[in-house]
């Protein structure tokens, strides 16, 4: 009668046992399973954003690379000028440049005169930078006894009619040297030969006589003009990655 007694305390504490590990069992796969789904699913997100990620370059691709963007001035604008032209960008442009300058005052009066002559921003602040290194006060005697003053080194040779002291005004000197730089533009037809003309005179790019110091400059210009392209791309342009905004680019650089 005692061995019956325990068989059957043996018997339903084995059923009850099995039945609690059945239970928890159930229990775990129901709690578990879904975590497992959204886990999938955060990484199928993931695959997406990286897929994102990847296409985000499209902006960057041979059909928007920047260098090709800004070669032809007379056909098309650059990103710069897009980007400053629309309300919404405009201040991350005005930060940008404000920051490359260290003057508000210096970037305002460039952005807004290479806007009106339709120029590059990173072709018209890599001239000022070559030219004076963005100081306004910036002196040059020429061998020739002529003088080049301020931020776009203007000669007074060349621009006889402006007064000595506007030619340490951030506003004139961007007003004039950047005219000056879209005639040699239009004159020359491509941004090299613009640039030998901007710094040797007309004269001696036509003679076909430029000089190695030219060569040098156009040179230092184009190389920190790529930085400011490079830069730019990082802290302005990936702000604006949208496929919105990359439609609004191609529209306005056919």
Known sequence: ???????????????????????????????????????????????????????????????????????????????????????????????????ITNDKEISSSILQYADMYNIPLSLAFAVAYTESRYNVNAIHVNTNGTVDRGLFQLNNSSFPKIPEIDFYSADVSARYGLSHLRFCLNTAGNEIAALAMYNAGTGSVKKNSTPQITLNYISQIENYRASIEELFAVEVLALYNTDSNKKLLAQNLR
């Open 1 to 99: 009668m005692y061995y019956e007694r325990n068989d059957l305390r043996k018997l339903v504490f084995g059923t009850l046992s099995f039945s609690i590990f059945f239970i928890v069992l159930c229990t775990s796969i129901f709690i578990f399973l879904p975590y497992e789904k959204k886990a999938s699913t955060v990484s199928g997100a993931v695959s997406d954003l990286e897929t994102d990620s990847e296409n985000s370059g499209d902006l960057f691709a041979s059909n928007y690379s920047l260098n090709d963007l800004v070669v032809d001035t007379k056909k098309k604008d650059d990103c710069g000028l897009v980007l400053y032209r629309q309300p919404q960008s405009k201040i991350a442009v005005e930060w940008f440049y404000s920051r």
